[in-house]
């Protein structure tokens, strides 16, 4: 694991000092989008996200029967799911590749937040859950108008490292509710999925808010931390719950 954390250290500050280099070579830098175009590019990025529910929702009505079994929160949650893998997908692969946010990224980031949250006040309680939205949205507006770039870089890595995780606990959650979860291949999935969320929101990204960020970033980021905790004991627990075999009812006597 020493090695492992030692590597993500070096890949972190060589993007750093590429993307210095780069800002310094095409001269004096601002943040990416002070504009007010950036309302209409979150609206157009969430009017997409919204026929890409529908058009989901209708074709799953009309192919899946388990989907018509659900009742509607579920279904909300289920179209929910499959459009925030793909979404983070997107903005882990962008983050990987460019080691910024675009113009156009940070409209995607913004609109996939608040078209999440929208969802999950329609099925979800958790408070925790809202918490972690709105501090998603008020780091997304920091990282426009507040943040330095050397900053706005640095979050783009942890945010890519957050978000990896999501595509592996909606599989899991998809597949169980698909009526996967009593196959034998299925603990495999459920056990690969707590893996990659204790290493990536549990171990590294930890780390990197204690060995990267310097302290106002420290005091954002830190409460994460605890939230991260909280949700990796919560997925302890229900994997426990999902993979414990059935008790044996033993049939009752009859008294003579």
């Given at each position: 694991?020493?090695?492992?954390?030692?590597?993500?250290?070096?890949?972190?500050?060589?993007?750093g000092?590429?993307?210095?280099?780069?800002?310094?070579?095409?001269?004096?830098?601002?943040?990416?989008?002070?504009?007010?175009?950036?309302?209409?590019?979150?609206?157009?990025?969430?009017?997409?996200?919204?026929?890409?529910?529908?058009?989901?929702w209708?074709?799953?009505?009309?192919?899946?029967?388990?989907f018509?079994?659900?009742?509607?929160?579920?279904?909300?949650?289920?179209?929910?799911?499959?459009?925030?893998?793909?979404?983070?997908?997107?903005?882990?692969?962008?983050?990987?590749?460019?080691?910024?946010?675009?113009?156009?990224?940070?409209?995607?980031?913004?609109?996939y937040?608040?078209?999440?949250?929208?969802?999950?006040?329609?099925?979800?309680?958790?408070?925790?859950?809202?918490?972690?939205?709105?501090?998603?949205?008020?780091?997304?507006?920091?990282?426009?108008?507040?943040?330095?770039?050397?900053?706005?870089?640095?979050?783009?890595?942890?945010?890519?490292?957050?978000?990896?995780?999501?595509?592996?606990?909606?599989?899991?959650?998809?597949?169980?509710?698909?009526?996967?979860?009593?196959?034998?291949?299925?603990?495999?999935?459920?056990?690969?999925?707590?893996?990659?969320?204790?290493?990536?929101?549990?171990?590294?990204?930890p780390?990197?808010?204690?060995?990267?960020?310097?302290?106002?970033?420290?005091?954002?980021?830190?409460?994460i931390?605890?939230?991260?905790?909280?949700?990796?004991?919560?997925?302890?627990?229900?994997?426990?719950?999902?993979?414990?075999?059935?008790?044996?009812?033993?049939?009752?006597?009859?008294?003579?």
């Amino acid at each position: 694991m020493e090695d492992i954390l030692n590597a993500l250290g070096m890949i972190v500050t060589y993007r750093g000092h590429v993307n210095r280099f780069l800002l310094s070579a095409s001269g004096p830098t601002t943040h990416p989008i002070p504009d007010k175009t950036m309302i209409a590019e979150v609206l157009l990025v969430m009017a997409a996200l919204m026929l890409a529910a529908v058009g989901q929702w209708i074709a799953l009505d009309q192919t899946a029967p388990f989907f018509r079994e659900f009742d509607w929160q579920t279904k909300h949650e289920w179209i929910n799911r499959t459009i925030s893998s793909i979404v983070t997908a997107l903005i882990v692969a962008t983050a990987v590749l460019k080691g910024r946010t675009s113009h156009w990224g940070m409209a995607v980031v913004i609109a996939y937040f608040v078209h999440d949250l929208a969802h999950t006040l329609l099925y979800d309680a958790d408070i925790a859950n809202y918490a972690h939205h709105i501090i998603s949205l008020a780091i997304a507006y920091l990282m426009n108008f507040v943040m330095s770039p050397e900053q706005a870089d640095l979050t783009t890595t942890t945010i890519a490292v957050l978000e990896s995780t999501s595509p592996a606990v909606n599989l899991s959650w998809l597949l169980k509710k698909a009526g996967y979860s009593d196959r034998p291949w299925f603990k495999y999935v459920a056990g690969g999925m707590v893996v990659i969320f204790g290493v990536m929101r549990v171990l590294v990204f930890p780390w990197i808010v204690a060995t990267k960020m310097d302290t106002s970033m420290k005091v954002l980021f830190t409460p994460i931390v605890g939230m991260n905790v909280f949700w990796f004991w919560k997925i302890l627990r229900l994997v426990q719950k999902t993979l414990r075999p059935a008790p044996d009812v033993k049939p009752a006597k009859c008294k003579q």
